[in-house]
């Protein structure tokens, strides 16, 4: 009885660790000018900027001031989730000639801000892809 109990567990955190593996988590912190979401060099964890259906992005770090992302290409997420970790700047997704849609595997798909979060914006156009 005790074995399927532990090879239940591990197949849990294998689980777990794959999915923390393909979120793509945001890391420039300049705010003097706009930044753009599909550079590689923004992302780690992949160092790859996530677009495509099911792709999970985190844009959560501390910024140092305001920051603006510009959105100049057609991105795809399943999940993304905004707010500055320290409560003391927000973030703006803004349009500049791109789209965001929202597309999960035929899940639901989420637009998360923290509860850190000091007003993050999205300025885009978007679409919303229901699962059928």
């Known amino acids: 009885m005790q074995a399927p109990r532990l090879f239940g567990l591990a197949l849990t955190i294998v689980s777990l660790h794959s999915i923390a593996t393909h979120a793509a988590v945001w890391t420039n912190v300049i705010t003097s000018s706009p930044q753009n979401w599909n550079v590689a060099g923004n992302w780690m964890s992949p160092a790859a900027y996530p677009n495509g259906n099911g792709a999970i992005a985190y844009i959560t770090n501390d910024i140092p ?8 290409a057609l991105i795809t997420n399943g999940s993304l989730t905004l707010g500055d970790t320290s409560s003391t700047h927000s973030f703006t997704l803004a349009a500049s ?3 965001l849609t929202f597309q999960n595997n035929g899940s639901e798909a989420s637009l998360i801000q923290t509860p850190t979060s000091k007003g993050d914006k999205c300025l885009v156009s978007g679409f919303l892809e229901y699962p059928q």
């Open 65 to 72: 001031g305001d920051q603006t992302i510009n959105l100049n």
């Open 97 to 99: 000639g791109g789209t």
